[in-house]
């Protein structure tokens, strides 16, 4: 019995029907699944997908049939999460996770990095995690191939290896010059190089304030502090992460906050400050690095720019505080974030509206070829939302060798089309379906990828491209 449902996991079945002697064609193509190393006979486990096309005539009218069946079980997606910088010599952990959640298991990973060795593992569930050591510099991809009975999906992710420490440089405080006693104020602290080495130590020590100590990876860390005493208040803070220490310094002057208004011969009044107005946030080379910027406002004594992960603004949230009226935004990981900037005095605080910028995500407009994102970097996996008719991406292979495309799309029933382009315009890979995998041994020169919709499908998709290429 083994042996015949391995026969019968290789054939296909096509089946030609003549009906009331016209020339009525009906197409079936089975994919089959391997049943060869099962007990029992599973009626999903032996067709992957099931296509059922072909031509009807009625009254001399011709249409198309089509149809497709697939199991539930399959894997869509591979998403591998870690570290995106460290130093040669430290073991560093990545964990992939599939999705959905009802892909079949038991699951086999199979874990591919740059210099490594092969590793497979077989832990049954919806994600796994495996760490490397490197001893070389320079970009290393780790790639994780998740297969189940149903699917075999890919998913990619970099790290870039130095050579060790990259001490900090400097450390400057943002924050208000002048306030008032009683009320809260925010400071910022912001270390360079953009390069530094995670963790960092920071210190800070205010006037009649507790010490504060924070070990954090991250590039800058915020405190808020009030004050009951008025006059010049100083604020300090001190920066390691592991080699030497920088350090500076902030004043603030606090009056006291006045109780309703006092008649001088001079009446001073509390003035709300003007609404900011936050520009669109530009990043059409889609990397983790862009400015965010907004128009300045009246009364505005310094700024608070607000990032999230939703345009809600609601859990975990990022400030900066500024007093002018640009900020660097550095080393995003993939996704949408969003911005709003407060324009705020020693009375009160004025919000903009929401701005949305993507960090390793298509930008638009990229409608056209010449206003293609990138260039791409191999290896790297860019986020995007088709929510119009084209997205286009551009990258330049430096040498003749084999070209990688891969796009996974997030959403069923969308009709969606991925194109690759060669450096003198032909089109060379065009597809219509999953898998979305191009392979092309090609020249050096500009390459282009093109991800449009059909006609039919008037809905937002979002999906994630990788290309690999020389």
């Not at 001490?167 to 009683?182: K, N």
Request: glycine share 10%; proline share 5%; aromatic share 10%.
């Amino acid at each position: 019995m083994k042996a015949l449902r391995c026969l019968l996991s290789v054939v296909m079945i096509i089946v030609l029907l003549g009906i009331s002697g016209e020339e009525d064609i009906l197409l079936a193509e089975v994919g089959v699944g391997n049943v060869c190393a099962m007990d029992e006979i599973n009626p999903s486990d032996l067709f992957t997908s099931v296509r059922i096309s072909g031509v009807g005539r009625t009254d001399g009218d011709e249409s198309l049939v089509e149809n497709t069946y697939s199991p539930t079980g399959v894997i869509e997606h591979v998403a591998v999460s870690g570290p995106t910088t460290g130093v040669v010599g430290v073991g560093y952990s990545f964990t992939a996770t599939v999705s959905p959640h009802t892909a079949a298991q038991p699951i086999t990973y199979v874990w591919q990095a740059t210099g490594q060795k092969v590793l497979t593992q077989t832990n049954g569930g919806l994600s796994d995690t495996s760490t490397f050591t490197w001893t070389t510099t320079g970009t290393q991809v780790i790639t994780v191939t998740a297969l189940n009975r149903f699917s075999r999906v890919s998913g990619v992710h970099s790290i870039t290896i130095t050579n060790g420490f990259s001490p900090l440089t400097s450390v400057i405080i943002s924050g208000p010059q002048v306030g008032f006693s009683q009320s809260p104020y925010t400071f910022i602290a912001t270390v360079s190089p953009a390069t530094a080495i995670w963790p960092i130590t920071y210190v800070w020590q205010a006037t009649g304030q507790q010490d504060v100590v924070t070990t954090t990876n991250a590039l800058s860390h915020t405190v808020t502090y009030a004050w009951n005493q008025t006059g010049a208040q100083t604020i300090m803070v001190t920066a390691t992460n592991g080699g030497p220490s920088v350090a500076d310094s902030h004043s603030i002057s606090i009056s006291m906050k006045p109780i309703g208004p006092i008649y001088l011969p001079l009446v001073l009044r509390c003035v709300r400050p003007g609404k900011p107005v936050l520009s669109h946030i530009e990043n059409p080379d889609v990397n983790g690095s862009y400015q965010v910027c907004w128009s300045a406002a009246s009364e505005a004594d310094f700024y608070v720019l607000e990032e999230a992960m939703n345009s809600l603004f609601a859990g975990s949230t990022m400030t900066y505080t500024e007093a002018s009226t640009c900020h660097s935004i550095n080393g995003k990981d993939m996704g949408w974030y969003y911005y709003r900037v407060k324009a705020c005095n020693g009375c009160d605080c004025e919000c903009s509206d929401v701005q949305e910028a993507g960090a390793w995500c298509e930008h638009e407009d990229n409608d056209l070829r010449n206003q293609a994102n990138g260039p791409l970097i191999s290896g790297r996996q860019y986020c995007g939302r088709l929510n119009d008719r084209n997205d286009y991406f551009g990258f330049d292979q430096d040498a003749a060798g084999l070209v990688e495309a891969d796009l996974t799309t997030h959403h069923t029933g969308a009709r969606v089309y991925f194109m690759l382009g060669n450096p003198d315009g032909t089109e060379v890979c065009r597809i219509d379906g999953r898998p979305y995998h191009c392979e092309y041994p090609g020249p050096k020169g500009r390459y282009y990828v093109r991800i449009f919709k059909g006609s039919d499908y008037t809905n937002t998709m979002t999906y994630t491209l990788s290309v690999t290429f020389h």
